[in-house]
């Protein structure tokens, strides 16, 4: 339950719903993440796609009213047990819906693993989706399997991932350390790989020509997996990008500000929705993307609750970017991404490679920057950095979960970093070329007779059969 996983949940929702005229879905969630998320999908009576609730027991958890997805409590990490304790409250409420609205099948997300549970013994088939890509998925596997911190020398710094296709190395230290992390962490991944071998199978928000090598490995002998790739899910909101449907993020002022920009001279700087960073982070940030002189819009993240009252911003910053041309935008809470990444004006993504930040980026043609932090968000800058050759390393090297505890980048490799890909040199050339082609590729694999559109059906087709409502038609 956080905006990363729910919005392509929604995504994929309207997907389904709007691929076959016998597919209908309803999307199950809790009363304030409807206000803050659902929104972005039109539910109205005449829609395919219904809305079913239930509570949120928040204050039986000890959590502030509305605290009801893991962003809401994102400087609070005190708070987390109290959150994972309601998520767990709502297995009952889980099994009394489903009981009333009978679904044929139930698509979930990994992070809840317990629904497996409930769906067995209700006899529903379940599909779940991990909110990631087949090469993360496969590389956890394989890591997970590996276990490098066990198995290598104690001096060995880096590693070459084993068993791929690619020349893909990482330091040990940008690899979750099992033992370190703890048992509710071990515990919580060996319940999602047990809801992952209970379950139907596994959808993915990718697409083939992204990752051709790790959709085989994940379906393989090798991982034997079933899996459907039907995205990028994201794409489906195209509607909303190219402006055929009105939308209240169209009015944001940063988009009038984007408007009067040079076509590709802007980079965009977001670290999706889960990020918070120390007060000393976010000032060296600022005098990167200051020296590197070009035009930037930057979301800011929460900062830790230790720096909360600490004045980071490098003086005179904000006053000075905003006179000398114009030069950057600052954004303070939710930015309308889709819209920006697509808009002529942005020609650069730095990012904290979260899937879906990640294949955005692709889908809007746009080379990265890429500042991983924790979860599979290594794996996912390999892959841009190493396999598509379509990014550049701002150069983190440590998997931090508490975010004051992470190593600064300082500002000069940030510069660094932005002009190599903002610049004009033959390599930042390359990279816009690959990535624009791969944008194309994402766009045609969501089209009629596209492969993620096959796939799409096909797995519709099966799951009618599965669930014998063909026969009704
Ligand atoms: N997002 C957005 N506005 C923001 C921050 C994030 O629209 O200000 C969206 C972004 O487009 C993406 C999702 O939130 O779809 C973030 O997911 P991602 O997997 O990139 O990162 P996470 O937030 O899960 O770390």
Known sequence: ????????????????????????????????????????????????????????????????????????????????????????????????????????????????????????????????????????????????????????????????????????????????????????????????????????????????????????????????RRAWHVGPVSLCNEDVINGASATADKDHECLRWLDKKQPGSVLYVCFGSMCVFTGEQLREIALGLEASNHAFIWVVPKVVKRDEDMDWMPEGFEGRI?????????????????????????????????????????CAGLPMITWPLFAEQFYNERLVVDVLKIGVAVGTKEYVMKHEDRPLIHGIDIERAVNCVMGGGEEAEAMRKRVRELGEMAKSAVMEDGSSYTELTRLINELLLLTGKHTQQ
């Open 1 to 224: 339950m956080a905006p990363g996983h729910m919005l392509p949940m929604l995504n994929m929702a309207k997907l389904f719903a709007c691929h076959d005229h016998r597919v209908r879905a309803t999307i199950l969630t809790t009363p304030a993440n409807v206000t803050t998320l659902v929104k972005t999908i039109t539910i109205n009576s005449n829609s395919k796609i219904e809305l079913a609730l239930i509570p949120f027991p928040s204050t039986a958890a000890g959590l502030p009213l509305g605290c009801e997805n893991l962003a809401t409590i994102l400087s609070h990490d005190d708070l987390i047990p109290n959150f994972i304790q309601a998520v767990s409250m709502l297995t009952q409420p889980f099994e009394q819906i489903l009981k009333e609205l009978q679904p044929n099948v139930i698509i979930t997300d990994a992070f809840i693993p317990w629904t497996i549970d409930i769906t067995s013994k209700l006899r529903i088939p379940q599909i779940i989706s991990h909110g990631t890509g087949f090469f993360p998925l496969c590389l956890s596997d394989i890591i997970a399997n590996y276990n490098p911190h066990e198995t290598l020398p104690a001096e060995t710094m880096s590693f070459l991932v084993p068993g791929i296709p690619h020349r893909v190395e990482l330091l040990k230290t940008q690899v979750l350390d099992i033992m370190k992390a703890g048992k509710p962490m071990l515990d919580l991944l060996l319940k999602i790989k047990d809801t992952e071998s209970r379950s139907y199978g596994v959808v993915v928000n990718s697409f083939y020509e992204l990752e051709p090598d790790y959709v085989q490995h994940y379906r393989s002998t090798v991982m034997g």
């Open 322 to 362: 905003n006179i000398e041309g114009k030069k950057g935008f600052i954004i303070r809470g939710w930015a309308p991404q889709l819209l920006i990444l697509n808009h002529k004006a942005v020609g650069g993504f730095m990012t904290h490679c979260g899937w879906n930040s990640t294949l955005e980026g692709v």
